[in-house]
C-alpha cells in the first residue's frame, strides 16, 4: 500500500486519465477527492472505488474557479481531515486546426482550465501543505508542451506554462518540503483524442501511432502508474521533474 495514509485530490477524476489515477490510488491506500463538472463520472468514480473496498468522496467543482477549488479542498479537509497529494489533471483542448481558427472563447477557456486552475489549486492547498509539513503537487502536462504538433498551438502553448510552472513552484516550494511534478503524456485514450487528431478516424490513430517509437498510444494505467511513483515516499527526492509517459516519442 503506497499511499496508505494519505489523502489526495485528483481533478477530472470522472473519466481518462483522472479516473485511472484515482483508482490506482485508493488501490494503494489513499483516501480520494474525485472531482470534475461531470457529476454523472465523478460520482460513478467515487463509487467504484468504494464498491473496491476503497475511500472515496465526490466533489463538483469548477477548477477555473477560485471559490469553488476553496470549497473542494475544504470538504477534503472535512472528509478526512488532512491533504497530501493535490493532482491537477482537469484539462481541455481545442480541435486541431489552424492557429487563427480557433475562437477567443475557446482559448480563454484551454488557459483557464489548464493553466489558471493551477494557480487557483496552489492558493487553496499551499497553505494546508505549509501547516502540515509538506506536501506533494502533480499537474498534467503533455508531451505537447516538448514536442507541439501542428495545429494544436493554444493547446501547446498552455501545457508549456504547465511545464513552466511545475518547474518555478517547485524550486520556491522545496524549501517547505512541498514536492511539483508533472506528468508528460503522449496523446491516449481519453475524451479528448478526436480534437488532438482533428477527427477519430483510422487513417488519424494510425499517424499518431507511427509517431511514438513503441507504437502505441498512452493509457490511463500507464499515466496513473506514473503518479503514483511521484506522489508516494519513493519519489520524495524528485521535484521539477517533467515525466514523459510517451513510448519514446519526444526522443
Not at 463509487?47 to 471559490?67: L, M, N, P
Not at 493509457?219 to 513510448?247: H, K, N, Y
Amino acid at each position: 500500500m503506497r499511499l496508505k495514509d494519505k489523502v489526495a485530490v485528483v481533478t477530472g477524476g470522472g473519466s481518462g486519465f483522472g479516473e485511472g489515477i484515482a483508482r490506482r490510488f485508493a488501490a494503494e491506500g489513499a483516501r480520494v477527492t474525485v472531482n470534475d463538472i461531470n457529476e454523472e463520472g465523478g460520482k460513478r468514480v467515487a463509487a467504484a472505488i468504494a464498491e473496491a473496498g476503497g475511500r472515496a468522496i465526490f466533489v463538483r467543482a469548477d477548477v477555473a474557479k477560485a471559490a469553488e477549488v476553496e470549497t473542494m479542498a475544504a470538504k477534503t479537509l472535512s472528509a478526512f481531515g488532512r491533504l497530501d497529494v493535490m493532482v491537477n489533471n482537469a484539462g481541455f483542448t481545442h480541435r486541431n486546426q489552424p492557429m487563427l481558427d480557433v475562437s477567443e472563447e475557446t482559448f480563454d477557456k484551454v488557459f483557464a482550465i489548464n493553466v489558471k486552475s493551477i494557480y487557483l489549486a496552489a492558493r487553496a492547498v499551499v497553505p494546508i501543505f505549509r501547516r502540515q509539513g509538506g506536501g506533494c503537487i502533480i499537474n498534467t502536462a503533455s508531451t505537447a508542451g516538448l514536442r507541439p504538433r501542428p495545429g494544436l498551438t493554444w493547446y501547446n502553448a498552455s501545457k508549456g506554462a504547465v511545464i513552466t510552472m511545475t518547474k518555478s513552484m517547485a524550486v520556491e516550494l522545496a524549501p517547505e518540503k512541498i514536492r511539483v511534478n508533472c506528468l508528460c503524456p503522449v496523446a491516449g485514450e481519453t475524451a479528448m483524442l478526436a480534437d488532438f487528431m482533428g477527427g477519430d478516424t483510422p487513417e488519424n490513430r494510425a499517424r499518431f501511432r507511427a509517431s511514438i517509437p513503441l507504437g502505441r498510444l498512452s493509457t490511463p494505467a500507464d499515466i496513473a502508474s506514473a503518479a503514483l511513483w511521484l506522489a508516494s515516499d519513493e519519489a520524495e527526492f524528485i521535484t521539477g521533474v517533467a515525466l514523459e509517459i510517451d513510448g519514446g516519442r519526444c526522443v
